[in-house]
């Protein structure tokens, strides 16, 4: 599933010009998973604005599956959500290895921030979450992936 305002997205592809042969930029590319509708699209919405193609999924399963599927550059996920919990984010890091991971939660506590940073979690925030703050965590997470310099 991906947003409605994402779906203009910019294909990898090889582009004559004059006597040059040039590769077309390829948007880094951010799975956020959320079970709350409004709270996801509030999400998508707002990280569409850094240029990225947006997947989404409404659980932790959905999530997983498009994390084999669409090689995210970034994962941003809610913590308590259907197939959710720290077990599914020690799963997202094992089929994910080396992909930041940012998490949201309305249930944190310092005991589970910790064992989230202990699996592998680049950036933790609790809900309600600040959108600046989290625009600026995923902005220094992809780095040069948002000027569409990734493979």
Do not use: W
């Not at 409404?58 to 084999?68: C, I, N, P, Q, S």
């Not at 965590?137 to 992936?145: E, F, K, Q, T, V």
């Amino acid at each position: 599933m991906a947003c409605a305002l994402s779906s203009v997205k910019v294909q990898r592809g090889l582009r004559l010009r004059g006597q040059q042969m040039t590769r077309e930029a390829k948007p880094a590319v951010v799975l956020i998973a959320e079970d709350d509708h409004e709270m996801r699209s509030l999400l998508c919405d707002e990280l569409y604005d850094l240029g990225v193609s947006i997947q989404e999924a409404a659980d932790g399963d959905e999530a997983l599956r498009l994390v084999l599927d669409a090689r995210p550059s970034l994962i941003l996920t809610d913590l308590r959500m259907p197939a959710g919990g720290l077990d599914y984010i020690a799963r997202l890091r094992t089929f994910a290895p080396g992909v930041p991971m940012v998490l949201i939660t309305s249930f944190g506590d310092p005991q589970t921030k910790a064992d989230a940073l202990a699996i592998g979690i680049e950036a933790y925030f609790n809900k309600p979450v600040r959108l600046s703050e989290l625009k600026a965590a995923i902005r220094h997470l992809l780095g040069p992936a948002l000027n569409g310099k990734i493979d």
